[in-house]
């Protein structure tokens, strides 16, 4: 009787299915939707750029169709900066937030490519070897800052083979970007869940700070393809 724990003394732990199906306070909530709005608008237009491309790949239009996704790679760039940066300010404000929301770790089976895979299986790893929500929180965000980072390089380089001639397998390349965008979609589910739970644990007096670094544009992607090789069809 000695040892009985005081019912009091030591609050339950959220996890984050009880974080996401949590409400916010009408304050947070607007902030949340309209982060997550920005983030949807840009990946609705990448993805339209995308379909429409392949689209006119199926109808043999490959002139159009090498037009298109260089209108989709652009998007491409502009939904990784917003997500990159979005994550490197979660970072930087949650150094400042006392109770950091708890996370899980990326799962293999959501992603598609070898990129995203390993970068999951890694985040995974470290999941249950780092002690206490905080380092896998910040964990987390650099896993998934980082394999967008990877994903939108892929794209570009995919895309720049296409475009200019140069892929040996048109076929594969093409398949790779419908792969990339796949995973490009799980890690924008991932920021959004992360998102909703670092809002809830951000203080009140915080929201409005965060909110507007949040809102600025994000310094662009610089990507370097590899010098062009041997010309092909699309």
């Not at 260089?70 to 979005?86: F, P, Q």
């Not at 394999?147 to 794209?155: A, D, K, M, N, S």
Request: charged letters at 25%; a positive charge; one cysteine or more.
């Amino acid at each position: 009787m000695f040892f009985k724990r005081n019912r009091g003394s030591a609050p339950a732990r959220r996890d984050v299915a009880q974080d996401w199906l949590a409400s916010l306070s009408r304050e947070k909530s607007e902030t949340f939707d309209a982060i997550v709005r920005l983030w949807e608008c840009s990946y609705a237009m990448m993805s339209v750029a995308l379909d429409d491309a392949l689209t006119l790949r199926s109808r043999a239009e490959l002139v159009c169709a090498r037009q298109q996704i260089s209108i989709a790679t652009d998007l491409v760039s502009r939904l990784a900066g917003t997500l990159i940066a979005s994550c490197q300010c979660m970072a930087d404000h949650g150094r400042h937030v006392p109770d950091l929301p708890a996370v899980e770790p990326l799962n293999v089976e959501f992603f598609r490519g070898k990129t995203a895979q390993s970068a999951a299986s890694w985040n995974a790893l470290l999941h249950h070897v780092l002690w206490g929500d905080r380092s896998r929180f910040f964990h987390k965000l650099r896993i998934l800052g980082h394999t967008v980072e990877q994903l939108c390089r892929e794209f570009h380089q995919t895309s720049s083979d296409i475009s200019e001639g140069s892929s040996v397998q048109p076929g594969a390349s093409w398949a790779s970007l419908e792969m990339i965008q796949y995973d490009l979609t799980t890690c924008l589910r991932e920021a959004e869940v992360v998102l909703k739970s670092f809002i809830r644990a951000l203080p009140s007096e915080q929201l409005a700070g965060f909110a507007l670094e949040m809102g600025k544009p994000p310094a662009p992607i610089k990507v370097r393809t590899r010098p062009r090789l041997a010309r092909a069809s699309a």
